[in-house]
C-alpha cells in the first residue's frame, strides 16, 4: 500500500521530526521509541511461546481416541441381555407381548 520508504523518504521525515521536536530533544524521543518498540517485540515473542507451550502441554495430555472394535465378519450380533450383563434387565418376547394389554388395559382412555 505505502511502498518501500527510500532515501529521499526518509530524509524528509527526520527534517519534520527535527523542526516539530528540535535539536535537543530529537536523541530522546529516538531513545524512547526504540525502547517502545524493543518492549513491544520482547512482549510477542513471549506471547508467541506462552501460546505454543499451552498448545503442545494440551496435546500431550489429550487421550488419543482408540479405534473402534471391528466385529468378525462371520460373527453373529450379541444380543442385548448379554451387554447388559443379567437376563432380567432385557425383557423376553413373551414378557413384551404380556405386558402391551395390561398397559393398554391401565391407561384411562381420552374418548
Do not use: C, H, Q, Y
Amino acid at each position: 500500500m505505502f511502498g518501500s520508504l527510500g532515501m529521499p523518504e526518509l530524509i524528509f521525515i527526520l527534517l519534520i521530526a527535527l523542526l516539530v521536536f528540535g535539536p535537543k530533544r530529537l536523541p530522546d524521543v529516538g531513545r524512547t521509541l526504540g525502547k517502545g518498540l524493543r518492549e513491544f517485540r520482547k512482549a510477542t515473542t513471549e506471547l508467541k511461546r506462552t501460546v505454543e507451550t499451552e498448545i503442545s502441554t494440551i496435546d500431550a495430555e489429550a487421550p488419543r481416541p482408540k479405534p473402534a472394535a471391528v466385529p468378525a465378519p462371520n460373527a453373529e450380533p450379541e444380543s442385548p441381555s448379554a451387554e447388559k450383563g443379567t437376563p432380567e434387565e432385557a425383557p423376553l418376547d413373551g414378557e413384551m407381548a404380556a405386558a402391551a394389554p395390561r398397559a393398554a388395559a391401565d391407561s384411562p382412555r381420552a374418548d
